[in-house]
């Protein structure tokens, strides 16, 4: 038998990638030496997201 909650939680870790995303790609914007540094200074915004979520905030549902 299945266990329901019957007030589910939503998933919020988007909001953690798509701030990471849009930081690095201003930091690009203010930089602007080229339009190559905007997309990879927002991918380098993206793996820091996922590394943040995965070393810090990993686990603190249950604290």
């Not at 329901?4 to 990638?17: A, F, G, L, M, S």
């Not at 701030?19 to 993206?46: Q, R, T, Y």
Request: charged share 15%.
């Amino acid at each position: 038998m299945a266990h329901h909650h019957p007030k589910e939680e939503k998933n919020y870790v988007y909001v953690y990638y798509l701030a990471a995303l849009l930081c690095g790609m201003f930091v690009g914007v203010i930089l602007e030496s080229s339009l190559v540094w905007i997309p990879v200074l927002g991918i380098f915004g993206l793996m820091f997201a996922g590394f943040f979520l995965n070393v810090f905030v990993r686990g603190r549902e249950n604290a």
